[in-house]
């Protein structure tokens, strides 16, 4: 899956799949100002999971549920996507539209039977 996001277009920079208590994650070679990867690794185990968590809850309140969340860091976009398994999270360009970025992201995940 993960060379799959990748694959859709040069304004990803990063894909992360956390599965089962399990991390997979790939950065596009040459990323400027990407962020650490310890950092990394901590974004994918608590920081994704509760930002998605607390979303999801609002969001079955009375909201309709949740789709997905898009945060807007200083060099990045961080497209997160809540799943029955984990979640998937995308680094994008700030140059690009995050929403479009988005929707490639969800139909790639959604072909897989995710």
Not at 16 to 27: Q, W
Not at 45 to 71: E, F, M, S
Not at 74 to 84: C, D, I, K, R, S
């Amino acid at each position: 899956m993960i060379e799959n996001i990748l694959a859709l277009t040069d304004d990803i920079r990063y894909v992360a799949v956390y599965r089962n208590g399990r991390l997979e994650s790939k950065s596009r070679p040459g990323t400027l100002a990407a962020s650490n990867s310890e950092s990394d690794y901590y974004e994918e185990l608590l920081v994704n999971p509760t930002l998605l968590k607390l979303a999801l809850q609002r969001g079955n309140i009375d909201c309709g549920g949740l789709d997905y969340l898009l945060v807007k860091y200083g060099n990045f976009y961080e497209f997160l996507l809540g799943t029955t398994w984990g979640h998937v999270s995308i680094a994008i360009e700030t140059s690009a539209n995050p929403l479009a970025v988005g929707e490639k992201v969800l139909s790639v995940v959604r072909g897989l039977g995710i």
